[in-house]
């Protein structure tokens, strides 16, 4: 199912054992165009602190309730890494906060599968710091060169769209495929230069995202754009439409793939 991402904000977090906040937003990896955090608000449970969850530990939204499942307890959600949601959130942290959940991290390493850190029973918490310290000074070292990849969906909603021979309008919303997680489409709004139109476009011609001009770039023209089915926003995308879009900006490989 294909679901708005901001119809999500303001659903409420529910753990196996009561509520642990509300939705605020989602980072997504603009590599793979897949959710890969949930921005929390505790509200006054945590005094505001907001927590990020990773996706895997969602179950499906309940729309008329407004509320999120997570398996995880309340405990497990106070317990976990601190994180600044003004700052871009780093694989080192990511890696932190994987290890905390005692999940595999999604580029796949396997680096951390067992506890928090390294910290075992018997560990003093002066050795335990000096351990975090290392492991710390050695995951800055192993990602030096790496590039944040992380965007919020609430900051990029609202950039620009650049096409190869120029804007198409901005980015109105995103929407999101509740069985993966993954970002579907771009919501387009194209009343600067088409008025009245609105349009979806794949992730797959965004060329890169760029954070100081507020910009997606494309790898397609606006002719092609203005040409693409007619999106109603109140209708629900279906297969049927997803197919159609799939053959107008991708006709090689549709092609490929019926024969």
Request: net charge negative.
């Amino acid at each position: 199912m294909l679901i708005e991402a901001s119809t999500l904000k303001g659903f409420k977090v529910a753990a196996t054992d009561g509520s642990v906040g509300t939705v605020t937003d989602f980072l997504f990896d603009d590599e793979s165009w897949t959710l890969r955090w949930i921005i929390v608000d505790t509200g006054t449970w945590l005094s505001g602190r907001k927590v990020l969850l990773p996706v895997s530990v969602l179950g499906h939204p309940d729309t008329s309730a407004r509320s999120f499942p997570v398996r995880l307890t309340m405990a497990s959600v106070k317990d976990s890494p601190a994180i600044d949601t003004h700052k871009p959130v780093s694989r080192q942290h990511e890696e932190r906060m994987y290890s905390y959940y005692n999940m595999t991290p999604y580029w796949g390493n396997g680096f951390y599968m067992g506890g928090y850190g390294g910290w075992t029973a018997d560990m003093s918490d002066v050795h335990y710091a000096d351990s975090r310290r290392r492991q710390d000074a050695l995951d800055a070292k192993r990602h030096q060169g790496d590039e944040p990849h992380l965007r919020s969906i609430d900051v990029v909603t609202g950039y620009n769209l650049q096409a190869t021979d120029g804007s198409i309008g901005h980015v109105e919303g995103f929407l999101i495929d509740d069985t993966d997680w993954t970002i579907r489409f771009l919501t387009v709004d194209t009343k600067n230069w088409w008025p009245g139109k609105h349009v979806l476009i794949s992730p797959r011609s965004a060329k890169d995202i760029l954070w100081a001009e507020s910009l997606v770039d494309l790898d397609i023209d606006r002719q092609t754009v203005k040409d693409s089915p007619a999106y109603d926003p109140s209708v629900p995308v279906d297969a049927a439409f997803e197919a159609r879009m799939a053959r107008h900006y991708i006709p090689d490989a549709t092609h490929g793939a019926a024969s």
